[in-house]
C-alpha cells in the first residue's frame, strides 16, 4: 500500500510583508491614539534603550519600524537641535502621523522615509551614531538581515539599540489572547523561520541574533514593564484596535466565533485586575551592540 506524502506547510515571507504593510496601514490611527499610554507603559524601557545607545546631544539617530513614532519624539528631545533623528517604517501611512506629532511638538529635528527595515540599503542617509528599534525587530521576517542593515548604518563605535517582548510566560497580557486565539481557530505553531512577537524573548537567543550580526560588546537589560490600565475591557480594547496581528489570526472564524474568543479574552484577562486597577505582566528586554 503507497503512503501518501503530505507536504509541511512553509512560512512565505513576501506574503507576510504584504500583510504586515496593509495591518500597520489600517492600524496606524489606532496607534497613534493609544500614544499616550504607549508613552506611560514604555517610556522607562524607552530611555533605558536610549541609555545603552548613547543617544545624547548631538547624536545622528536612525529608528527603525518605529511606528507612529512615540519613542522617536523621545530621542530628538534628547539630541537636540544640533542632532537628528530619521523615523522610518514599512508603512507610509503610519509614518504621516509620526510626522505630524513632531510638527505639533515644534520639532524640526525629526525627518520620516518609508522603508521596509530589510532594506536599509536603500537609504542614503548615514552613518548614524546610534540606529533604534522598539518591539520592531521581532517581527522582521529575516532578524539578521534587519541587524546586518542596522549595523552597517552605524558609524565605528555606532551603537544598535532594540527593544523586544521576554517569554511568553512573562508577558500574559499579551500571550494569552494569542493562545486563546490560537486554540479557537485550530491554528498550527508558528512554522519555522516565522516572526512573532516572542521569537527573541530568550537573552541568549537576543544576544547571539546581535553577535551573529557582527555587533561587539553586546548586553541584555530585562525590564519589568507592566501594562497598567483602567481594566481589562480597556486592554482588550486596547488590543483589538492596535494589534493587528491577533484580527489576522481569527481571519478565518465568522463573526459570531470572533466575538466568542473576545468575550473568552476579556473573562482571562481579568485575572490581572487589581481592585480599580489592570495590571498586565510583561518583561521587555533590551539589548545593545556594538559596530
Known sequence: MLQTQTTQPVFDPVKYKHTTLEQWNNAAEAWDRWSGLLNRWLGPATETMLDMAGVTRGSHVLDVAAGAGEQSLAAARRVGSSGRVLVTDISPTILEYAERAARLAGMDNVATHAVDGERLDELEAGPFDAVISRVGLIYFPDQQKALRGMRNKLRDGGKVAAMVYGTAECNGFFSIPVSIIRRRAALPPPLPGQPGPFSLGQPEVLEKA????????????????????????????FEQESFGALHQMLGGLSDTQKDA?????????????????????????VAVGTR
Not at 485575572?271 to 521587555?284: A, D, T, Y
Request: glycine content about 6%; charged content about 30%.
Open 210 to 237: 546581535f553577535t551573529d550580526a557582527g555587533l561587539k560588546d553586546v548586553r541584555i537589560e530585562q525590564i519589568d514593564a507592566p501594562l497598567r490600565i483602567s481594566s481589562a475591557a480597556e486592554c482588550l480594547q
Open 261 to 285: 474568543a473576545w468575550e473568552e479574552i476579556e473573562q482571562a484577562l481579568q485575572r490581572f485586575e487589581n481592585g480599580q486597577q489592570f495590571e498586565g505582566p510583561c518583561e521587555m528586554l
